[in-house]
């Protein structure tokens, strides 16, 4: 089955360390996004990448990195720079080849400070 | 720049009961995709049901309608024959067609579902 792998479940970030969440998809699509979402909150935009080697900074970049290499796969990064980093992480998906499709979500990663 | 509002943070219907969620938008575009996501307490994010701005028709998924206005700029969801199953918040958003493939979400209705 296509779909969306986030990796890991939950994520514990020591002070001053870098964290690496990882979003991997089989669905063939061009379009890779990041987000962010606090409790009892909605999605806010960390980063989106429409094509490989093409990134896009969102609402709330600041103290976060990613990369898009390939097409599969949408890695963030959580810097030490994010003061405030608790937080559940959406990765998400869409193609939009012969109209703009819905898109399709990860399982999330739950980051948490030790 | 769009926006989407979600005016109801909270919501309660009766089990076999119905309930209307709101979703108004600000946009000065004519062509673009609306879209209602359902999260439940696992966190997963479930397409609910997409209405193109282009078509009249108002969009039906099983229980799930909408009532797409486009000159009031307003999106509601109706859920018929309300289940336990579909307590959850509730995310409205917004897609352009001008090629920038960013969507725009609602803050959210949370669905209590009362037995």
């Known amino acids: 089955d296509g779909g969306i792998t986030q990796s890991p479940k939950y994520l514990f970030r020591k002070e001053g360390q870098n964290v690496t969440l990882s979003c991997e998809q089989n669905?063939?699509?061009?379009?890779m996004y990041w987000y962010r979402q606090d409790p009892g909150q909605g999605l806010r935009l960390i980063y989106y990448?429409?094509?490989?080697?093409?990134?896009q900074k969102g609402d709330i970049a600041e103290g976060y990195s990613v990369s898009r290499e390939k097409k599969e796969s949408f890695p963030l990064t959580v810097t030490s720079a994010q003061k405030n980093p608790t937080a559940f992480y959406l990765c998400?998906?869409?193609?939009?080849?012969?109209?703009?499709?819905?898109?399709?979500f990860g399982d999330g990663t739950r980051l948490s400070i030790l | 720049a769009q926006t989407v509002t979600q005016s109801q943070p909270e919501m309660s219907v009766q089990e076999a009961e119905t309930v209307t969620l709101s979703c108004t938008y600000d946009?000065?575009?004519?062509?673009?995709?609306l879209f209602w996501y359902k999260q439940p307490p696992s966190r997963q994010m479930i397409l609910v049901i997409r209405?193109?701005?282009?078509?009249?028709q108002n969009a039906t998924e099983n229980r799930f309608s909408v009532n797409f206005q486009k000159a009031a700029k307003s999106f509601s969801l109706k859920i018929s024959d309300s289940q336990l199953g579909d307590a959850a918040m509730y995310f409205c958003?917004?897609?352009?067609?001008?090629?920038?493939?960013?969507?725009?979400f609602g803050t959210g209705t949370r669905l209590k579902v009362l037995a």
């Open positions: 998400a998906s869409s193609n939009h080849a012969g109209g703009s499709q819905p898109q399709h």
């Open positions: 669905l063939n699509h061009d379009a």
């Open positions: 990448s429409q094509i490989v080697n093409d990134f």
């Open positions: 946009t000065s575009e004519s062509d673009y995709y």
């Open positions: 209405q193109e701005a282009y078509k009249q």
């Open positions: 958003a917004y897609l352009s067609d001008s090629g920038t493939y960013k969507y725009i």
